[in-house]
């Protein structure tokens, strides 16, 4: 099936609207996030570099929720699907300095 796999995944992707892409920055640093919903599309950058462009924007009324989560969720295109929790080593925390949320 891995073989199948650039053949028959991105289109399946594009038909649900699933965008994905590694962010290599540091967990560990400050970092500036930024996120432009548009109607139909959406771009998330890192301190000023585009991460994911034109990616699928959600339908529908949203809101904005930030956690941090040791569970996991795993869909691979051959339909298998994987969840768990990670070990954490210590205490974990998210810092949010500033936060804007503006309408379009």
């Avoid at 959406?42 to 585009?50: L, N, P, Y």
């Avoid at 949203?62 to 795993?74: I, K, R, T």
Wanted: hydrophobic content about 45%; overall charge negative.
């Amino acid at each position: 099936m891995p073989t199948l796999y650039p053949r028959i995944w991105p289109p399946i992707q594009r038909a649900a609207g699933i965008a994905e892409a590694a962010i290599t920055a540091s967990t560990t640093d400050w970092h500036d996030y930024e996120l432009i919903w548009g109607a139909r599309y959406s771009t998330f950058r890192v301190d000023g570099r585009t991460v994911l462009d034109h990616a699928p924007a959600p339908r529908g009324p949203l809101c904005f929720v930030a956690w941090v989560d040791n569970q996991y969720m795993v869909v691979k295109p051959w339909g298998r699907f994987a969840w768990g929790l990670l070990d954490t080593m210590g205490e974990q925390w998210l810092e949010i300095e500033e936060l804007y949320i503006e309408p379009p």
